[in-house]
């Protein structure tokens, strides 16, 4: 008999004996995503109001549309001790323009702005050159990166063709851009794959909550999560000359052995956590000792809505030692209660080192 069964066996009884059998039927009855228990343990708490050092959040985007939002998006990293915030526009054209006189203008250095890549017509034999044309023009208005670059299996563009017909970051078509970025020097973020559960069934055995399944790509006339992952390591292959920062810890957080390799093979590769706090706090152990070795690499960032609980919750994982925190998922997390020598690269030496801080003319 397996354990489960056993559980199930052993309770029943246990139930019967003791007359709560209506309770053990109503909450095995509860929906998995209702199930929202509430905890007894109690523990000290510390809930950093600041960033120990002024924090340049890496990964963030055009979370707010008017002045007075962009305002308020800054009193409150003024508050919470972000210094500046890279807004990942992955936007061209008028888009991107945009961005520039909402971000850029009134606030110089409070915000650095990336701009994206231009799909459109991408089967014509002058795309390349009109890729290009666009990131120069890009640059010379203020981008000082280019992302976030997203492939998850469909290549870039949207309006996804099938199989073949695809624009896959290692085609031959882009190489001209990607030296361009290097010879800007604009770093390139990119999302390769996604998380590992977005390739299996939402099902009983789904690792992440309901709400994850938006990206649910099982079954998905797409690439495995495998060859999405090779497509990286082609493209980083071919561009050595070419800074690229992959975000949410490349999507490979679930196994920290299998990133330090990554990291040892490609020294023009960064990455930066957003987004990833879920995989950081499950894994305190693993994950500190892995920034502290790779304490030059990895870049601080969020992914997330702007608001002071959303920032104190990194400053809260990643400096103190808190235990069974919530979280975005099933499980709780814990803090990595990281040095400070390594807390200052994350939160801003590496990306005053590693990003583009040539002034907007
Ligand atoms: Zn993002």
């Known amino acids: 008999m397996k354990l489960g069964a056993l559980l199930v066996v052993s309770m029943s009884v246990f139930a019967q004996r003791n007359g709560n059998e209506d309770a053990v039927k109503t909450m095995g009855?509860?929906?998995i995503k209702d199930w929202t228990p509430d905890s007894s343990l109690v523990l000290e708490e510390h809930h950093p109001a600041k960033a120990r050092y002024k924090a340049i959040d890496a990964h963030s985007h055009v979370y707010r549309r008017t002045?007075?939002?962009?305002?308020?998006?800054?009193?409150?990293?003024?508050e919470t001790g972000v210094e500046t915030t890279v807004i990942l526009s992955g936007a061209t054209g008028e888009a991107f323009d945009r961005s520039v006189d909402l971000y850029l203008k009134p606030y110089p250095g409070r915000f650095q702005l990336y701009c994206g890549l231009e799909t459109k017509d991408f089967d014509a034999a002058d795309y390349p050159q009109r890729a290009v044309a666009e990131l120069e023009r890009c640059y010379r208005k203020g981008a000082r990166g280019v992302g976030e670059l997203s492939e998850k299996g469909s290549g870039y563009g949207r309006g996804s063709q099938g199989a073949g017909k695809r624009l896959h970051p290692d085609d031959a078509r882009l190489g001209p851009f990607w030296k361009k970025c290097a010879e800007l020097k604009l770093p390139v973020n990119i999302h390769m794959a996604d998380h590992p559960s977005a390739w299996r069934p939402a099902d009983n055995h789904q690792e992440r909550s309901p709400e994850y399944q938006r990206y649910n790509q099982y079954g998905k006339d797409v690439p495995s999560y495998a060859e999405v992952l090779a497509i990286r390591d082609r493209l980083i292959d071919s561009q050595p000359k070419t800074t690229f920062v992959a975000c949410h810890f490349s999507n490979q957080g679930n196994d920290l052995a299998a990133l330090s390799k990554v990291l040892d093979r490609f020294p023009n590769l960064h990455l930066d956590m957003s987004a990833r706090h879920y995989e950081m706090g499950r894994q305190p152990r693993a994950a500190a000792k892995f920034l502290t070795r790779y304490r030059d690499r990895v870049l601080w960032g969020t992914d997330l809505t702007p608001d002071r609980k959303m920032y104190l919750s990194w400053?809260?994982?990643?400096?103190?030692a808190d235990e069974y925190m919530p979280g975005p998922n099933w499980w709780r997390l814990y803090g990595l209660e990281l040095p400070d020598a390594v807390l200052e690269q994350l939160y801003r030496g590496n990306a005053r080192r590693v990003l583009n801080w040539e002034p907007v003319q």
């Open 315 to 320: 400053w809260r994982l990643l400096e103190t």
């Open 29 to 31: 009855s509860i929906p």
């Open 67 to 78: 002045a007075a939002e962009v305002a308020d998006w800054v009193r409150l990293m003024d």
